[in-house]
Structure formats: structure tokens, C-alpha cells
């Protein structure tokens, strides 16, 4: 274990939609020890997510989120709240997530949902752009450089408060594929990090 002294571990909740590739990197860093936080939740909105094995394998509790089953969005919101109390849920990583989250969600985790973008923000977000959007746009653009972005979640899509960014070359030739792989594997270095800083205050939000 690296770098867990004296602090107690969040209680973190991962919402995803398909393969689980940044939770995978979560669950993993939490593991090592370099990330103050144990995954006691994931969440998905498809029931074909492989990210659900994922945590399936490492012994976490899966939970699938399909609105269309509640009779109101409000009766779905009210429910997502309860279950996130139950497990004493403190913090919400989107990884993935294509959904946007209710306003009584958000404004139940202030501060304390977060969500990483495969794009350099705020010129390749906001609805619609995720994704491979997000790559093909860049390299339609000729835009010399791309990278994720971490970002408070808000209401709005891709709109909250930024926290870190890591830019990685756009090369000649790039397509969408080899410029998304490149990415990803900043994104996965990236976002355990940003979601431990968080947890350790180490971010000034106000």
C-alpha cells in the first residue's frame, strides 16, 4: 500500500454505460493504494455493460439504472438517492456515463461528482460530444494537441469546474481510433489521481 496514511478511505460510487476500461483503472489504483477510496458501488444504465463483469469480478455490487422502469423520473431520481444512502455512498465517479445525472443527484454530492472527458474542455464538449465525436471532431479541426479533461459534474453537460487536464499530441495520420487510444491510456493514469486529490482536499472548489 502507497500513500494511505492516516486517511480513511472514501466511500466512492462508479456510474458507467460499456466496456469499464476507467473503472477498471479505479478499482485497480484503489487496490494499490494510490487512491484514498474503495469502489462499493457501480452503477450502469445498460444491462449489456461489460464494465458490470468488471466489477463483478473484483466483488462489487452492481446496480442497473433503466429509468423507463419507474413510473415518474422522480420516482427514479428518489430511488437512485435512497440507494446511494443506503451505501453510504460519499462520492460519484461518472466513467463512461453517457446519461446526465437528475439536478437532485447533483445537488445531493456538491462538489463530489466528477467525470472525466475524453476531449480537451471547454472547446469539445457539451451534448452529443463523446466518445469517438470527440476525436474525430479534434482531428476534422487540425488541432495539434487533444487529452482528458476532469471536470466537477453540473448540470449542464461537460460544464463544471475543471480540475485537470493532460494534453497529448494529435500526429500526422492520426484517425479517431489511434488518437482515442492514446488517450485513453492518459485517462486512466489521470482520473485516480484527480479522484484522490479530490477526496484529499486538495483541490480549492469555492
Known amino acids: 500500500m ?67 422502469k419507474y ?41 463530489r461528482i466528477v467525470n472525466i472527458h475524453p476531449g480537451l474542455l471547454p472547446r469539445y464538449g457539451g451534448s452529443g460530444m463523446y466518445g469517438h465525436f470527440v476525436h474525430e471532431a479534434v482531428i476534422a479541426a487540425g488541432e495539434k494537441e487533444s487529452g482528458p479533461t476532469v471536470h466537477i459534474v453540473d448540470e449542464i453537460y461537460d460544464h463544471g469546474r475543471i480540475l485537470e487536464q493532460v494534453r497529448v499530441p494529435v500526429l500526422s495520420g492520426d484517425t479517431p481510433e489511434t488518437l482515442a487510444a492514446r488517450v485513453l491510456v492518459e485517462e486512466h493514469k489521470l482520473y485516480p489521481r484527480a479522484i484522490d486529490n479530490l477526496i484529499r482536499g486538495k483541490y480549492d472548489l469555492d
Open 2 to 68: 502507497t500513500g494511505l496514511a492516516n486517511v480513511n478511505k472514501a466511500r466512492l460510487a462508479v456510474f458507467i454505460s460499456g466496456g469499464g476500461t476507467g473503472l477498471q483503472a479505479i478499482i485497480d489504483a484503489s487496490r494499490r493504494g494510490d487512491l484514498a477510496a474503495d469502489v462499493v458501488w457501480v452503477v450502469s444504465n445498460s444491462s449489456k455493460a461489460f464494465g458490470l463483469e468488471r466489477a463483478k469480478s473484483a466483488d462489487v455490487e452492481t446496480f442497473v439504472f433503466l429509468s423507463k
Open 71 to 111: 413510473a415518474t423520473p422522480e420516482e427514479a431520481t428518489s430511488d437512485m438517492l435512497t440507494k446511494l444512502r443506503e451505501r453510504k455512498v460519499e462520492y460519484i465517479a461518472l466513467a463512461g456515463y453517457l446519461k446526465l445525472l437528475p439536478a437532485e443527484i447533483i445537488r445531493a454530492y456538491p462538489k
